[in-house]
């Protein structure tokens, strides 16, 4: 009774554990170390509700029969989701080819255990006092080919860490874990090949052995992310020092980071000062405070900081975007909010930043703001950020020319700009000719 509250109690654990991973999944940026430690873990929970099952007195043994093959379908699948969660939380390489070769693998042995009688069948044995489904050899040999799978990624997994040394990353705890999964998932299988109990009367050994590595891996998984937060911790306050130090050269500091956003996009040099004289001078035809010009000028030099997170490839791209690509442009406003937010200095031009995007028709992003909830400063980025853009070679595209931009913006009046300011932008080119 309390091999099975404790069962029922690791299974919870590992369980929110696994959701905890997926939310952090979709939280980054779909970053694959976060899915495939989900699916460990939720992997492990499964095996852990089933052995949890398998001890009520009241299930079937129709029921036994199904949760014994679903015990081992979940243990099946660490063929495929060992080695990838493995390598991804160490940061190894993991071979393609191989990766799909294991998932099918793994795949086709899950199927057959789930709906077949190649690894569990419906006759019954007595173990230790209780009717357990029989297994066939088969299913004992492919435990014994997992465990020396195991063995050999906790092997390569030593020699890759001994040879590269992480900083990030505490692989004590792992190598504990998989030793002693490894050592009770032996004895467990042992046990039930021979029909008897080695460690008191505990049926399933391996119940704690999933337990120890599921805790042992979460501590290794989550460490190296404890350690990259402090570092970034120690880096904010380190550069709020350096600004504290420097409020005479703030605006030289400002510059000196769009300078470094334009050298990253070959063809937007110098793009944040045009779009930083072109939003002054609209600023000058609404008589806007010296405070607000201050603040737009930090705005328009910062307001693709966000691009950073860009990769190269995407940033670059002559040809159309996929879905997944256009997610990284996308949220650009949000990365630069969120870039910007850890230095306090910064935080007067943050929803300007975030909004530089949004449409006075509320279909722009990230958030879909129409005209009375996008700040005004944004409303005159956005007009003479997309004049410049115009007016420069693009990857995708050609330049415009003056007379063309300026069709585009009478067209986007009071849809994707705000009329006014478009109207007093347009005065200002126009009388400059």
């Not at 019954?124 to 990624?153: E, M, Q």
């Not at 050609?398 to 063309?404: C, Y």
């Amino acid at each position: 009774m309390l091999i099975n509250q404790l069962t029922f109690g690791f299974f919870w654990t590992v369980f929110m554990l696994s959701l905890g991973l997926f939310y952090l999944y979709f939280k980054n940026q779909f970053d694959k170390k976060f899915f495939y430690a989900g699916l460990f873990f939720f992997f492990g929970s499964g095996f852990l509700f089933s052995s949890y099952v398998m001890n009520l007195n009241t299930i079937s043994h129709s029921a036994m029969v199904f949760w014994n093959k679903f015990m081992y379908a979940t243990i099946f699948s660490y063929f495929f989701i060992f080695p990838a969660f493995v390598y991804n939380t160490i940061g190894k390489n993991y071979n393609k080819p191989t990766c799909w070769v294991l998932g099918i693998f793994s795949f086709l042995i899950i199927l057959l255990t789930l709906f077949t009688d190649l690894f569990v069948t419906n006759k019954f044995v007595d173990f230790a006092g209780v009717i357990r489904p029989l297994k066939t050899d088969l299913t004992y040999f492919f435990v014994l080919l997992l465990s020396f799978w195991a063995s050999y990624i906790f092997y390569d997994t030593l020699k890759f860490l001994k040879k590269n040394k992480p900083l990030t990353i505490d692989v004590r705890p792992m190598v504990a874990g998989i030793v002693i999964a490894i050592i009770l998932g032996l004895i467990d299988i042992t046990g039930t090949y021979l029909n008897q109990t080695f460690i008191l009367q505990v049926r399933d050994p391996f119940i704690f052995g999933i337990f120890a590595i599921m805790l042992t891996f979460a501590w290794t998984f989550l460490s190296q992310y404890a350690m990259v937060f402090a570092s970034l911790n120690k880096s904010k306050e380190e550069i709020e020092k350096l600004i504290a130090k420097s409020n005479k050269n703030f605006i030289e500091f400002v510059q000196l980071i769009a300078k470094t956003l334009d050298a990253k996009d070959e063809y937007t040099a110098g793009h944040s000062l045009r779009v930083q004289e072109y939003a002054l001078k609209i600023a000058e035809e609404l008589n806007l405070s010296e405070t607000d010009k201050e603040i737009l000028k930090q705005a328009c030099l910062l307001h693709d900081i966000g691009k950073i997170g860009i990769p190269d490839g995407i940033l670059n791209k002559k040809g159309p975007l996929s879905e997944k690509e256009k997610r990284y442009i996308i949220n650009h406003p949000i990365l630069g909010r969120k870039i910007l937010s850890t230095v306090s200095e910064f935080k007067p031009i943050l929803d300007i930043v975030y909004s530089h995007h949004e449409r006075v028709d509320g279909k722009g992003y990230p958030d879909g703001l129409d005209r009375n909830k996008i700040p005004l400063l944004a409303r005159i980025i956005a007009v003479a950020d997309a004049y410049d853009a115009m007016i420069s070679e693009r990857p995708y595209r050609q330049a415009k020319n003056k007379e063309e931009a300026i069709e585009e913006l009478k067209k986007a009046k009071d849809t994707q700009f705000d009329g006014e300011i478009v109207d007093l932008f347009l005065k200002i080119i126009t009388n400059e000719n």
